[in-house]
């Protein structure tokens, strides 16, 4: 947003300020309907993370993120 000294002013930088309105609005429509990038997939299952965080783990020893069911499957193993 800009700001000008008065009515006039903002009048004759309109036209500049119009075309530089326009590209930048451009360019936040694209960047806002763009399609994001796919989740990545548990290393494990190959089945894609889920969205939320709380609901996968990461590993130190390897630094991935496993999905909870995978973690659980482990758990229920070693036991």
Same mark, same amino acid.
């Given at each position: =947003? @800009? *700001?000008? %000294?008065?009515?006039?002013?903002? #009048? ?5 300020? *119009? ?5 930048? =609005? @451009? ?7 763009? !399609? /994001?990038? $796919?989740? /990545?997939?548990? $290393?494990?299952?190959?089945? $894609?993370? /889920?969205?939320?965080? !709380?609901? %996968?783990?990461?590993?130190?020893? %390897? =630094?991935?993120? #496993? %999905? !909870? ?11």
């Amino acid at each position: =947003s @800009a *700001k000008y %000294c008065s009515r006039e002013c903002q #009048l004759k930088a309109w036209a500049g300020h *119009k075309q530089e309105c326009k590209k930048r =609005s @451009a360019e936040h429509e694209e960047a806002l309907f763009k !399609t /994001p990038p $796919p989740r /990545p997939d548990c $290393p494990i299952c190959f089945i $894609p993370l /889920p969205i939320d965080i !709380t609901q %996968c783990q990461y590993q130190g020893c %390897c =630094s991935k993120h #496993l %999905c !909870t069911g995978c973690i659980q499957a482990h758990w229920m193993i070693s036991d």
